[in-house]
């Protein structure tokens, strides 16, 4: 993939992100907080835990830092998958953000 290509794709993850959770706080009370700088989109939910997404551009790769752990996603051409267990992205998101929110929650590519 060319660094344009990544840029591409990276961009339209972090929005599809920031739109899930705008989604979230339109249809539920859950209440996180979504905040962007840049490549980087950071999740605060009501317990002011957070998860945070970004941009690795040399490495071509998204990073997600959660209370589960740290994880790196390449795209295979189809979807991010994490680089040891080749999850998908935006499930990964929607297990780790519903369970710092205390409730479930729903994350998409969309």
């Known amino acids: 993939m060319t660094d344009l290509e990544y840029l591409d794709r990276a961009e339209a993850l972090l929005a599809a992100v920031e739109a899930s959770c705008d989604g979230i706080n339109e249809s539920t009370d859950a209440d996180v907080d979504n905040q962007r700088v840049g490549g980087m989109v950071t999740l605060t939910f009501a317990d002011r835990s957070q ?7 040399p490495l071509q790769e998204i990073w997600m830092a959660a209370r589960a752990g740290g994880f790196h996603y390449k795209f295979d ?12 992205f935006f499930a990964d998101l929607t297990q780790y953000a519903s369970q710092q929110a205390g409730r479930a929650l729903e994350f998409s590519a969309r």
């Open 51 to 57: 998860i945070i997404v970004n941009m690795q551009k």
């Open 77 to 88: 051409g189809q979807a991010w998958r994490d680089t040891k267990t080749a999850s998908e």
